[in-house]
C-alpha cells in the first residue's frame, strides 16, 4: 500500500467529521504573557531525568476517537522516530514546580483554577512533531471530572528555525516566550520542529473561573 492510499483513510475519516481547511477558523485572541522562561529552561536541563519519554501513538486509555486518529496517523508512519516528546509535568511535584514559576498573576491572566490546573512543558527535538489531533483531556478528567475545560499553548523557547504550531488553518510562528493562545476543544491541531534547536512549550489545561 502506497503512501497515498495510507493517506486516504485519514482523509475519509476527517470527510467524515466534516473538517476541512477550506473552512476558515477563528482562533480566540493571543496574549503576551510574562512568564520567567529562561528558569523554566534552566530547570528542565537540570531535570532532565525526571522527565517522561514517549513517543505519539495509540493508547488503550484514550476515548475511542482519539485511538483511532493515532492509529491513523502511524498508519501514515508517524513513529519514535519522528513524534517523541520529552514531557515534565506529570508527575505532582513536577506539577507543582512549573506552577510555581508561572505565579498566580499567569492563571488570572488566563482566567483559569490555579489548584485544578494541569501544567505540562514539552520539549520536541529537531526532526519530531505531534502529528494532527484533537485532545481528549482524558488525564484532566480522570483526575478532576468534567467541567467547562480550556487548553492553552505557552511558548517558552523563542521561536527559531523550523518551529510552528499550525490549529486548523490558522500557521503560528515567529512568537516569543510568553506567547499564549487557546486551543479550542475539538479542533485539530499540530506543532512541530523542522529546526537545529529544541522547540519547549507548556500546555496549560484547567477549569474556567465562572
Known amino acids: 500500500m502506497n503512501l497515498y492510499e495510507r493517506r486516504d483513510y485519514f482523509q475519509r475519516y476527517l470527510d467524515d467529521k466534516g473538517v476541512s481547511l477550506d473552512n476558515h477558523l477563528e482562533l480566540p485572541p493571543e496574549s503576551q504573557l510574562d512568564i520567567p522562561h529562561q528558569s523554566i529552561l534552566d530547570w528542565s536541563e537540570y531535570n532532565v531525568h525526571r522527565a517522561i519519554v514517549k513517543p505519539y501513538g495509540p493508547r488503550p486509555f484514550v476515548p475511542d476517537d482519539s485511538l483511532r486518529q493515532a492509529v491513523l496517523a502511524q498508519h501514515l508512519g508517524y513513529n519514535k522516530h519522528n513524534s517523541t516528546e520529552i514531557n515534565w509535568g506529570i508527575e505532582p511535584e513536577d506539577d507543582a514546580q512549573l506552577k510555581e514559576f508561572l505565579g498566580d498573576n499567569f492563571f488570572k491572566e488566563v482566567n483559569l483554577k490555579r489548584e485544578t490546573c494541569m501544567v505540562r512543558l514539552l520539549r520536541y ?51 516569543k516566550p510568553g506567547y499564549t493562545i487557546e486551543v479550542p476543544v475539538g479542533v485539530f491541531h499540530l506543532s512541530g520542529n523542522f529546526g537545529i534547536n529544541p522547540k519547549y512549550t507548556l500546555t496549560i489545561t484547567g477549569f474556567v473561573n465562572e
Open 125 to 175: 527535538d529537531p526532526g519530531h512533531c505531534i502529528p494532527m489531533h484533537t485532545d481528549s483531556y482524558n488525564g484532566f478528567k480522570d483526575r478532576f471530572g468534567d467541567g467547562n475545560v480550556k487548553r492553552f499553548f505557552v511558548a517558552v523557547s523563542p521561536w527559531d528555525w523550523g518551529h510552528f504550531l499550525q490549529i486548523h488553518d490558522n500557521m503560528i510562528h515567529h512568537w
